[in-house]
C-alpha cells in the first residue's frame, strides 16, 4: 500500500537523479562560466573602472591618479565645445528621425508591395549597412570633391553654379553633407525592421479593411501604423542612439571641422582621451553622454508606452 504524501510535501529526489542532477548543473556551469568571465572582464569592469577614473585626474600615463571630486563634472558644465558637440549630435538625431526612418518605411512598404524580385531590393537597400564606416566615407568624400565631384559636376551641367561648392570644407553644409552620408549608410536597418514588422500583419485584416472599402491611405493610417508601433519604437530608439554616437564617418570625413561644426560627443571625448591625455575628465563626459543616452532611451520608451494605451 503506498505511503500518501503530505499537502506542500515534495517526495525526495532519487539519489540516482541527484547525481545525474548535479552533473549537468556542473556541466551547464562550465559553458556559462566563459561568457561570465568575458562578461564581467570587458563590460563590467569597464564600466565601474570608468566612473571611478570620472573622479580623478589620470592622464592614462602615471601609475597613480589623484581624486578631484567633482571637477570633472563641474568643468564639463563650461566646456562649450562639449555643448557644442551636443548640439551637433541633436541635429545627426532630428535628421535620422525626419529622414532616414520615414525613407526605410517607405521604401519597406514599396518592396512589400513587389511581387517579383523581393530578395535583390532587400540586398541592395541592406548592403550599404553592413560597409565600413571608413569606406562609405571614401566614397561620400568622392562624391563631393569640390572640383570634379559628380555632385557638383552635376549642378554644373544643370547651370547651378552658384550651388556648387566645397561640401565638406563649408561649416554651413558640412555636417549636413556628412548625415546625408550616414541616412545612406544607414537606412538599410530601418528598412529591414519595417519591412519583417510588414511581413508580420496578417493578411486577413488587409482583406477585411478591403471589403469594407477603406482606401488604402485609410488602411495605411489605421491599420498599418498602429500594428508597426512596436516596431517604430525600437527603429526610433536605435536611430537616436545610433546618431547620437555616430563618430568613424565624421573622423575619416572631416575630422570635426571645419571650425568644430560637425564635432559630435564621441569625437570629444576620444579627443580628450587620446588626444589631450585627459582621461580623468574623458570619463566624466563618458558617463554624462551615457546617462544622457539612458534617460532619452526611457523617454521615448514611456512615450510609446503612452500613446499605446490611448
Known amino acids: 500500500m503506498l505511503e500518501a504524501t503530505a499537502p506542500g510535501n515534495r517526495p525526495a529526489r532519487p539519489a540516482r537523479s541527484q ?33 571611478s577614473l570620472s573622479f580623478s585626474d589620470w592622464d592614462g600615463l602615471s601609475n597613480h591618479a589623484n581624486f578631484v571630486g567633482l571637477d570633472n563634472y563641474s568643468a564639463a558644465l563650461h566646456d562649450s565645445l562639449w555643448w ?17 526612418t520615414p525613407l526605410g518605411l517607405l521604401l519597406a512598404v514599396g518592396v512589400e508591395r513587389v511581387r517579383r524580385g523581393r530578395a535583390a531590393y532587400r ?43 566645397a561640401w565638406l570644407g563649408d561649416g554651413g553644409t558640412a555636417l ?24 508580420s500583419i496578417p493578411d486577413e485584416v488587409y482583406e477585411a479593411a ?8 485609410r488602411i495605411f493610417f489605421s491599420i498599418t501604423l498602429p500594428l508597426l508601433r512596436p516596431v517604430i519604437t525600437t527603429v526610433n530608439i536605435l536611430t537616436i542612439l545610433g546618431a547620437m554616437q555616430m563618430f568613424n564617418l565624421v573622423l575619416a570625413m572631416t575630422n570635426g571641422g571645419p571650425g568644430y561644426s560637425t564635432e559630435v560627443p564621441v569625437l ?7 588626444g589631450l591625455f585627459h582621461f580623468g575628465y574623458a570619463s566624466a563626459l563618458a558617463v554624462i ?18 500613446g499605446a494605451d490611448r
Open 19 to 51: 547525481r545525474r542532477y548535479d552533473q549537468d548543473w556542473k556541466q551547464g556551469l562550465l559553458f556559462v562560466v566563459p561568457a561570465l568571465a568575458f562578461f564581467l572582464l570587458f563590460t563590467v569592469y569597464p564600466f565601474v573602472r570608468t566612473i
Open 84 to 100: 557644442r558637440s551636443l548640439l551637433n549630435g541633436g541635429l545627426f538625431v532630428a535628421a535620422a528621425l525626419l529622414l532616414m
Open 123 to 165: 540586398t541592395a537597400f541592406y548592403v550599404p549597412t553592413i560597409l565600413s564606416g571608413i569606406v562609405v566615407a571614401v566614397i561620400w568624400k568622392w562624391l563631393y570633391q569640390p572640383y570634379g565631384g559628380p555632385i557638383n559636376q552635376a549642378f554644373d551641367q544643370l547651370g547651378l553654379h552658384s550651388v556648387a561648392r
Open 176 to 199: 549636413w553633407a556628412v548625415s546625408l552620408a550616414s541616412i545612406w549608410q544607414g537606412v538599410g536597418y530601418p528598412f529591414l525592421l519595417y519591412l519583417a514588422g510588414l511581413q
Open 210 to 217: 478591403a471589403v469594407d472599402g477603406a482606401s488604402e491611405r
Open 268 to 274: 570629444h571625448i576620444y579627443r580628450e582621451a587620446f
Open 289 to 306: 553622454f551615457g546617462v544622457l543616452l539612458l534617460a532619452v532611451s526611457i523617454a521615448q520608451l514611456r512615450l510609446a508606452r503612452r
